[in-house]
């Protein structure tokens, strides 16, 4: 019964080529490739041979059994798990800046039902009601904002305001300022400014550029943080890889690159996991004279006279860094000798972007990001094509994110809200 609420995954969506199945006269049972047959349906199965006693076995620990059940699937993921867990424990109001898409409102869907955070959706409300309605996602408990309706006028002009303060000498006259403010990542980055959000998400319909620039001009960046930059998490049978800059700095001076290896540091460290960081290159330790590589060995220099302690080496190439006999015997000397490498700096953007696109294409691993990192506030840009999935791992990293940043009381908030008056109260 539980089944029939939650949107089918995408993944049964594409393998039947539809749009979007909802459960209904034509989906009782989970067709055969929905990986909740396994990991819901019989657990529920199980129970009921319990109760009914005719189970020889008794299961004691349910969550175990769940995990068993999604190893043999392939679906298991010990991090993503914690990340889970750790953003349900105190979740946080996330603005989704594209609600009038499909996938946003499956995703938001999901969101709320599983506790991880309180979406607020902006966009024409009786579209997004409609889009909802037509899919059979419940979205009754979500508040809905038009930034461009007469009934938020009055906020428009306050954070119009408060934006032209920002930018009145970088570009922006008084009207256009207010005029901004209907578009709706200008809107949903003030209200992450201004404390009426924790959190936002978007650009799965827009240039990622484009996505970007509203968050740069009124969150900034973090204290002593010059650049910005993107990382992805990609989950693979050997476990966690971590890969910067993929998204934003195209040719980094060396300073820069050791400043977006700090950040990346930083952000992998939050999630429990210790760094062990290979600065990649076409040269071993010196092997090549080229500008290229040494500006990546001046990089890591740079690195470890700030953080000695930290597991770091370079300029070094790619294969070498995951080859432990072939490293110690040519380098012995190299900090990553016995060391499982499971963070890849790139010397710019056109390696790290083209390396994620093929580790995630050719050898199937799942691709958690962009995550923007150096950012005041939590603002993370989807990428075009994020499928369900992707978009609800994205608001588990923008929730720690928010956990992290945030000092305001989530449930205070939430409650003294009048958008959330209507919120049913749930069972956690």
Not at 62 to 85: C, F, M, P, S, T
Not at 192 to 209: I, K, P, Q
Request: one cysteine or more; proline letters at 4%.
């Amino acid at each position: 019964a539980a089944l029939t609420k939650e949107p089918v995954p995408d993944i049964v969506n594409l393998a039947y080529k539809e749009k979007t199945i909802t459960f209904g006269e034509d989906y009782i049972i989970p067709k055969p490739v929905d990986p909740r047959l396994l990991s819901t349906v019989a657990p529920a199965v199980a129970k009921a041979a319990m109760d009914s006693g005719v189970a020889k076995k008794q299961i004691t620990n349910w969550d175990a059994y769940k995990v068993e059940l999604n190893k043999r699937l392939g679906l298991d993921n010990q991090l993503l798990r914690v990340i889970a867990n750790k953003a349900k424990r105190d979740p946080k109001r996330i603005v989704f800046a594209e609600a009038d898409n499909l996938k946003i409102l499956k995703a938001a869907s999901i969101v709320y039902e599983e506790g991880i955070g309180y979406p607020i959706l902006l966009g024409n409300e009786k579209k997004i009601n409609r889009i909802a309605e037509e899919n059979s996602i419940d979205i009754t408990d979500l508040p809905i904002i038009d930034p461009r309706s007469d009934e938020n006028e009055s906020k428009r002009e306050l954070y119009g305001e408060l934006f032209f303060k920002k930018r009145q000498r970088k570009g922006f006259n008084h009207y256009e300022s207010i005029k901004v403010m209907k578009d709706r990542n200008h809107f949903g980055c003030m209200m992450v400014e201004m404390g009426d959000a924790d959190a936002m998400l978007s650009g799965l319909t827009r240039n990622y550029a484009d996505a970007i620039r509203p968050a740069i001009q009124i969150i900034g960046t973090e204290e002593g943080v010059k650049k910005i930059a993107g990382m992805y998490l990609m989950i693979t049978k050997k476990g966690p890889i971590i890969l910067a800059d993929t998204t934003v700095n195209f040719n980094p001076t060396a300073e820069e690159l050791a400043d977006i290896t700090q950040l990346v540091v930083k952000e992998v460290k939050s999630f429990g996991i210790t760094p062990r960081v290979a600065m990649l290159s076409y040269s071993n330790f010196g092997s090549s004279d080229g500008d290229e590589a040494k500006l990546v060995a001046k990089a890591t220099e740079i690195v470890k006279q700030r953080n000695p302690n930290l597991i770091i080496d370079g300029e070094i190439q790619g294969s070498l860094a995951f080859n432990k006999e072939i490293l110690k015997d040519n380098y012995p000397f190299s900090s990553l000798v016995d060391q499982d490498v499971n963070v890849l700096i790139f010397p710019n953007l056109t390696a790290g972007n083209v390396a994620y696109t093929l580790m995630k294409d050719v050898s199937e691993a799942e691709a958690i990001g962009p995550i923007l990192l150096g950012v005041k506030k939590p603002v993370h840009v989807l990428q075009l094509g994020n499928t369900v999935r992707n978009i609800v791992n994205m608001a588990y990293v923008a929730v720690l994110d928010a956990q992290g940043k945030c000092r305001l009381d989530t449930t205070v908030e939430v409650e003294r809200t009048n958008w959330w008056k209507r919120m049913r109260k749930k069972k956690k």
